[in-house]
């Protein structure tokens, strides 16, 4: 089973538009109702963001990678730890001309993301109606990773001489030294080969991904099969205050509501091969929880432990358990700019290969 932040806190997106775009009343004052006001209240925004973090130590994370390793997961390093403990999301989505709870079957949703390890955004991308641009600080990547992703080496190990590329070239030029630009997201594939990276069923992965957040049709597939989720299966309860903050607690039986989402996700598969959604058939056979904090009115934040998601009845046998707390700030706004950034230049895959190349002949002739 793999579980990142990047999906969960997706997911999390998706939960605060089915709700932000459908709220129905319920009984005066109860935990649903004062819920769904509060995520209700996002909605009259015409954007909403998400910030993600883990709240825990690299030594907790690691022992949580390392339980997720027992279960199919890859190993994990200490540095892959020390990074996750550090990383923060930050992921807006929105539109630019009405409130997300007037958001129709036909409208788009922009959206843009960025990722730093507590200093700089290091990387990121914004999805622009049908425009999509990426940026990335190589080398700073490079260093976080502590040189052990190959791709990332190798773009960092081009940028350092990419002063020297000619100006037909400028394209890749600012791709390697970490400024916007804008590319057919069908084309990672040949990206991936021009960096002597792997491609293939991970490239095709990102650029399904990357279909999903330009396609108004599936963008609210995955709306509505959430929102059907959460009335079929969610049930709220009041669970006290705590700086200053309402909390309210939202039950799902897992296996239920991912099975649900499975079939309803099923007319996606065929358009999203290479992703499809089987994984959710790995849910465990029991009940979730996630935490929501109330402030003024408003949901403010979302806290959902991840531990929850591998406690096995082998692994409470074996006391293989242990939290891991993914906490979400969410406010109304924009954290990541929804438009367009300026001069990015159009970069084509033959760029990049025809750098890579350049990069080659220099570092030969040195």
Partial sequence: MRITRKSLTLACCAFLLAASTACEPSEPGDAES?????????GEWEAV??????????DEVYAFLRRVARNGGTAPTRDDAASLSRMEVAFTAGTAEKPLK????????????????????????????????????????DAEFDGSHATVSRIAELARSADDLPPSLAAARDLFEGRWVQM?????????????????????????SVDLLQSAGAQHHVIDSVRRALDEHASF????????????????????????????????????DGIGFAW???????????????????LSGMTV????????????????LGELPLA???????????????????????????????????????
């Fill in 102 to 141: 007037e958001v129709e079957k036909g409208d788009r949703l922009d959206s843009g993301s960025m990722v730093n390890f507590g200093s700089l955004d290091l990387t990121g991308y914004r999805s622009i109606g049908t425009d999509f641009y990426v940026r990335a600080d190589w080398r700073r990547l």
């Fill in 49 to 58: 963001s998400v910030t993600a973090r883990v709240d825990a130590s690299a």
């Fill in 237 to 272: 309860r009041d669970a006290g205050r705590r700086d200053g903050a309402e909390l309210v607690t939202v039950s799902l039986p897992a296996r239920e509501v991912a099975r649900d989402l499975a079939v309803a996700l099923g007319p996606l598969e065929e358009r999203f």
């Fill in 184 to 208: 057919d997201p069908e084309e990672f594939d040949h990206f991936a080969r021009a960096l002597g990276g792997k491609y293939g069923e991970r490239a095709q992965r990102l650029a399904n």
């Fill in 305 to 320: 432990d991840l531990g929850q998601f591998l406690e096995t009845e082998r692994a409470r046998e074996a006391g293989d």
């Fill in 280 to 298: 959710l058939e790995q849910a465990p056979d029991r009940e979730v929880t996630v935490e929501l904090a109330l402030r003024g009115g408003t």
């Fill in 328 to 366: 979400l700030s969410i406010a109304p706004g924009r954290a990541v700019p929804l438009k367009e950034p300026k001069n990015a230049k159009w970069l084509a895959p033959q760029d990049v290969m025809a750098a890579a190349l350049y990069g080659e002949l220099g570092s030969s002739g040195s």
């Fill in 34 to 42: 004062r819920t769904r006001g509060a995520v209700e209240r996002l």
